[in-house]
């Protein structure tokens, strides 16, 4: 093992690695140097290429992978060289004219270095060299960028993507990002996807990853697939992720900034828990989360500052901190957060009794006085008709997975009702239970149950993290809010928010742009006009693993953030393209500006959604479902409903990025999309013949609208009417 000082001198080579000049402006340029060196092709020593990341004014974060099948067990020395021109002709002078930097076994022959005294602002060109049996085998060129000077009036300019499944899917995105001109690229996360062809979300066919420890994965769907676990696991994801010439040539170009979502660990994760088995299983493993932060820590050219190095036996979530901040001249300082790390469960278990009541009709009157009209009948089970109908449920429970014990207490009506109809199938008509009647029913307390939460099936995501009941939802999570003290919804956790809030409130810069992991915007669904059954004409939130989910915290940050002024949020996840505004519950018109993306290449949200619903019980039993699902931006922009009048734009269904230049004056986005058919044929070869669409928008200083791009005229959005104008 290295002691910790000659590890660091071998994983990051910092202070001393470049010569200053006395002015300040910038390192020492040499003249070429002239030697005899044997210099031959290396792309075989390096087959994830290079990538460079975290751009400062004087300092960005260089990274590389060597492989040797011939010195798979030991450490490997690198060079590093840094230039004005692709050449190297105006190299940048190092300590001995070349800067060296071992490539560790145990960090799976990554090495990173941190170069500093750059010139701010500035393109410079790098390459990696590894020297075996007197030949010098060359990585190949990358070009990266230094942010400008904190002082700098200069506009700013960069894309964000994220989501970029592998399995038979193809980076086309990427094919055409890498002809932009940028500054940088922010990765919001789902950076690789740990299983390797889960058919609920990925394709089965096509170009995949195969675990070479399939011992150390997770069999999901008796062994149909894998979910990665081991350091091994989730160092080939990277490996064969990274193995794409689309996304090599984009990492070759630009630096990268990145935080990590949920499938760098496991979808739908919070902590070091996975929600596979939707309440089944105890899924906590904290061995499995850390080996995903090693494996990324490892393989994103990522500075955690001179001292950090990953040590897998530190207490998680302390074993790493990714959320930080960069500034970018006058007009953009970019805070980027951790939503994963720190997060609690879901507010409703995936594995809740759909039956039981979780606040009873004196809790309600306690904190309302009056019993809202949502709350619904419930009975106690076990003394209510002499206990007749707590055998029917008992038997249901169990058949559904429960323990019978569960059975026990005050029991929704409709739940009880829904249970007995079922048994009563199955019984002669004298022997069938009688449901509980309209007449019982009115002397009944009121309260809200899981089922009026909107879990209708057991052990299932759905009325849990997904298509949860907006009203009763919202009382239940301000109710545990205020008795969890905000622990309910501690997304960050007090270190990252408190340093979240004074990075925001402390900033100088004219935009405070947000890499925020999910959607911040509410996202709700009024059902109420569409020909579907009685229990779905609700108010339904899309996702209670976003914001939506956190609706007491969001406001809470909402209210500060408002007042800063000028902040923008960029945000990934969802798989699907939004403009909007988050505003306040109590005044909406006091709101920041938010801008999603579509996926690089997963499927997209409306692909998502049907697959939601054919593998439902519940949902695929309900007619039209799939006809709601073709017309989710319908649903999510109706002027009927007036559900979600912040929301200005909606395309659910494509694939792509966005481009953002922001200025003192005005902060503009162009979101580039591609057809998600065309994420399942490889463009590489014919870029000719993949169609990019644009649209355009635009938020000014100053302001907290949304103006569109319309034919050369910009309009704004008027929530109040749900038009441009």
Not at 283 to 306: C, I, L, M, S
Not at 369 to 395: C, E, K, N, R, W
Not at 556 to 568: A, D, I, M, T, Y
């Amino acid at each position: 093992m290295l002691k910790r000082r000659e590890f660091l001198r071998a994983t990051l080579v910092t202070a001393g690695a470049l010569a200053v000049p006395a002015c300040g402006s910038g390192p020492e340029i040499v003249d070429p140097v002239l030697d005899d060196r044997e210099l031959a092709d290396g792309a075989e020593f390096f087959p994830q290429s290079i990538a460079s990341g975290d751009p400062r004014p004087g300092s960005v974060v260089l990274w590389a992978r060597v492989q040797d099948g011939e010195a798979e067990e030991a450490d490997i020395d690198l060079e590093v060289e840094v230039a004005l021109d692709a050449e190297f002709t105006q190299r940048v002078a190092l300590d001995d004219g070349q800067a060296k930097v071992k490539a560790l076994a145990r960090h799976d022959h990554c090495a990173k270095v941190k170069v500093r005294g750059l010139a701010a602002g500035t393109v410079y060109h790098y390459r990696f060299l590894y020297v075996k049996g007197g030949t010098s085998y060359v990585s190949r060129v990358g070009r990266t960028r230094t942010a400008p000077a904190p002082d700098a009036d200069v506009p700013v300019r960069f894309a964000y993507v994220s989501c970029q499944d592998y399995i038979g899917r193809y980076y086309n995105t990427y094919l055409a990002l890498a002809e932009e001109e940028l500054d940088f690229f922010v990765h919001l996360g789902d950076y690789i996807y740990e299983t390797t062809g889960d058919p609920g979300f990925q394709s089965t066919t096509g170009r995949g990853v195969t675990f070479t420890d399939e011992e150390g994965a997770i069999p999901l769907a008796d062994g149909a697939f894998h979910a990665a676990r081991s350091l091994s696991n989730y160092r080939e994801l990277y490996r064969t992720y990274r193995s794409d010439a689309n996304l090599q040539r984009v990492h070759e170009r630009f630096p990268m900034i990145a935080t990590w979502d949920d499938h760098e660990f496991s979808n739908d994760a919070h902590g070091a828990t996975a929600t596979y088995s939707d309440g089944r299983l105890d899924e906590t493993d904290v061995d499995r989360r850390k080996a995903a932060n090693q494996a990324w820590f490892e393989y994103q050219p990522v500075d955690y500052g001179d001292d950090f190095e990953y040590d897998p036996d530190a207490e998680f979530p302390g074993d790493i901190r990714i959320y930080r901040d960069f500034v970018f001249g006058r007009h953009v300082h970019l805070v980027m957060t951790d939503l994963r790390s720190y997060r609690p469960d879901h507010l409703i278990p995936e594995g809740a009794f759909p039956g039981k009541v979780v606040l009873d009709q004196a809790r309600l009157a306690e904190e309302f006085g009056d019993v809202p009209a949502t709350a619904q009948p419930y009975v106690h089970i076990d003394t209510f008709a002499d206990g007749l109908y707590a055998s029917a449920l008992a038997g249901a429970a169990q058949a559904a997975g429960y323990d019978a014990a569960e059975v026990t207490g005050n029991v929704s009506v409709a739940f009880i009702n829904q249970v007995v109809a079922g048994v009563n199938e199955g019984l002669p008509e004298d022997m069938r239970i009688p449901l509980i009647g309209p007449e019982e029913q009115a002397f009944a307390d009121r309260g809200i149950a899981y089922v009026d939460l909107g879990k209708m099936s057991p052990y299932s995501s759905i009325g849990s993290r997904y298509l949860a009941i907006k009203d009763t939802v919202d009382i239940y999570a301000a109710i545990r809010y205020k008795e969890t003290h905000g622990a309910s919804e501690d997304v960050m956790g007090a270190a990252q928010e408190s340093w979240f809030l004074a990075t925001m409130e402390g900033s100088k810069a004219t935009w405070k742009v947000w890499g925020n992991e999910f959607c911040l915007l509410p996202l709700a669904i009024d059902l109420a006009p569409y020909s579907v059954p009685e229990a779905f004409k609700r108010r339904f939130y899309m996702s209670l693993d976003a914001w939506d989910g956190f609706r007491n915290k969001r406001n809470e940050l909402l209210e500060r953030l408002v007042e800063v002024g000028n902040v923008v949020a960029i945000t990934g996840d969802i798989h699907a393209y939004y403009a909007g505004t988050a505003g306040l519950d109590a005044d909406p018109e006091k709101k920041i500006v938010e801008f999603v993306g579509g996926a690089v290449s997963s499927g997209s949200f409306r692909e998502l959604l049907t697959s939601q619903v054919a593998g439902d019980p519940v949902l695929s039993g309900v007619p039209g479902a799939g006809l709601l699902v073709a017309g989710i931006d319908s649903i999510l922009t109706s002027t009927e409903t007036k559900i979600n009048p912040h929301l200005a734009h909606a395309n659910s269904h494509a694939n792509g990025y966005v481009v953002v230049e922001a200025s003192g004056d005005a902060l503009l986005v162009d979101m580039r999309s591609i057809d998600p058919t065309d994420v399942k044929t490889d463009y590489t070869d014919r870029r000719g013949d993949l169609k990019v669409q644009s649209k355009r928008f635009r938020t000014l200083a100053g302001e907290s609208d949304i103006y569109r791009d319309d034919g050369g005229t910009w309009k704004r959005w008027d929530a109040s009417r749900q038009k441009w104008v």
